[in-house]
Nanobody, 124 residues
Framework: QVTVVESGGGLVQAGESLRLDCSVS????????MAWFRQAPGKEREFVAN????????SYSEFAKGRWAIHRDNLRHSMFLRMNDLRPEDTAVYYC?????????????????WGQGTQVTVFS
């Protein structure tokens, strides 16, 4: 059974940075995709970024490109998302998710295991 745990959310002012961490257990190999999604109040869950187990297996949503960076540690089965230049519209619960194999699909249904989420609140 795969377990996903996020940490690192918080309350920050616009323009500041945050790092979100995700750790995974239950996989016997590294051939799975890790991703971040977010969900703001009253909105659907949306894709943020994902990363595979090899270099080049990375994709970002348009709102994350140029501001945020995703990194992965295969040995530790973990990843983090460095979020710079945060804006009030980035306020949401951020979820870490995994999918077996590699996918750059942004559909939430492609991801099998999810964490409980971590709140990010950005005030102006």
């Amino acid at each position: 059974q795969v377990t996903v745990v996020e940490s690192g959310g918080g309350l920050v002012q616009a323009g500041e940075s945050l790092r979100l961490d995700c750790s995974v257990s239950g996989f016997t190999s590294t051939t799975y995709t890790m991703a971040w999604f977010r969900q703001a109040p009253g909105k659907e869950r949306e894709f943020v970024a994902n990363i595979g187990w090899r270099m080049g297996m990375i994709s970002y949503s348009e709102f994350a490109k140029g501001r945020w960076a995703i990194h992965r540690d295969n040995l530790r089965h973990s990843m983090f998302l460095r979020m710079n230049d945060l804006r009030p519209e980035d306020t949401a619960v951020y979820y870490c998710a995994t999918a077996v194999g590699f996918t750059d699909d942004v559909d939430v249904e492609q991801f099998d295991s999810w964490g409980q989420g971590t709140q990010v609140t950005v005030f102006s």
